[in-house]
């Protein structure tokens, strides 16, 4: 056996185990990493406060009748529809109060003042009569209306929405 052998041997193995812990220690090195996180909350609450006038007719026939219907709604000037928000003092408020089925709100300082001066030519007329001819055999039946119309309602939603992002990235 050479002289050099066992010491070649030696260092063949210090390589290797060099080599080994070289690849282990870059397998492990845990680098740089970078987390962003972002994100937003909304809350949101809106009402819509919607009065509407006018008039409508309606008629419904069968068999030996007809209809004739009319309405016709003249309001005079000064008639006023006003929807406000906040006492005289400028206050309104709106408490939501959750439920197991939905929920609830109380509104307050949440007022409206409709003034509806009819004018003169406003008229309604609703009429059923009979057809020309008509057949004794056949059953008659009938309904006619001409009104005239007023709602308000208040609307309210109330909703939140939450968003998150998260962004993470190694080096």
Do not use: W
Not at 8 to 30: H, Y
Not at 40 to 64: D, K, L, M, P
């Amino acid at each position: 056996m050479n002289a050099y052998q066992p010491l070649s041997v030696l260092l063949s193995i210090l390589a290797i185990g060099m080599i080994m812990q070289l690849s282990t220690s870059a397998q492990e090195a845990p680098g740089l990493r970078e987390t962003r996180k972002s994100g937003s909350s909304q809350s949101t609450f809106s009402y819509r406060i919607q009065t509407t006038y006018g008039a409508t007719t309606s008629a419904q026939v069968s068999g030996n009748l007809k209809a004739e219907t009319e309405a016709v709604l003249k309001l005079k000037s000064g008639s006023k529809v006003t929807n406000k928000v906040g006492d005289d003092s400028g206050n309104a408020s709106a408490v939501f109060v959750a439920t197991p089925n939905g929920g609830n709100v109380e509104l307050k300082g949440i007022t409206g003042e409709n003034i509806f001066l009819i004018d003169d030519g406003t008229m309604f007329r609703a009429n059923l009569s009979t057809v020309d001819n008509p057949d004794p055999s056949v059953s008659s039946v009938g309904t006619a209306s001409a009104t005239a119309t007023h709602s308000t309602s208040v609307i309210v939603e109330k909703g939140s929405t939450t968003f998150e992002n998260y962004f993470e990235q190694t080096f």
